[in-house]
């Protein structure tokens, strides 16, 4: 079993920064690829971005490619997402997942039912 737990969610201008984390607890954490997601009222579930294990490897959504950055600190069993240059349309419940491999495939790491694990969600708020 793995507990999930995300923070750093609020509200914030558009234009402005906001860091999410999410901290892992319980089934080693260091071996899994790890992905953020979102979804906003009325819509389904999206793909934001995804590390495989070592960090070595991210994937970012079209639409965050270049204002988003995934990273994680495995002593810390930590992943997180900065966020910078946010828009209004980056409103969103935020919700980080584990999928238990050490494999990387992006392409099925997009796909939110192919995680083991999800967080409860950390709401983000942006105002035009």
């Known amino acids: 079993q793995v507990q999930l737990v995300e923070s750093g969610g609020g509200l914030v201008q558009a234009g402005g920064s906001l860091r999410l984390s999410c901290a892992a607890s319980g089934r080693t954490f260091n071996n899994n690829a790890m992905g953020w997601f979102r979804q906003a009222p009325g819509k389904e579930r999206e793909f934001v971005s995804t590390?495989?294990?070592?960090?070595?490897?991210?994937d970012y959504a079209d639409s965050v490619k270049g204002r988003f950055t995934i990273s994680r600190d495995n002593a810390k069993n930590t992943v997180y997402l900065q966020m910078n240059s946010l828009k209004p349309e980056d409103t969103a419940v935020y919700y980080c997942a584990s999928y238990h491999s050490s494999s990387y495939f992006s392409g099925y790491l997009r796909i939110p039912s192919n995680y083991n694990y999800w967080g409860q969600g950390t709401q983000v708020t942006v105002s035009s």
């Open positions: 590390i495989n294990w070592s960090g070595s490897s991210t």
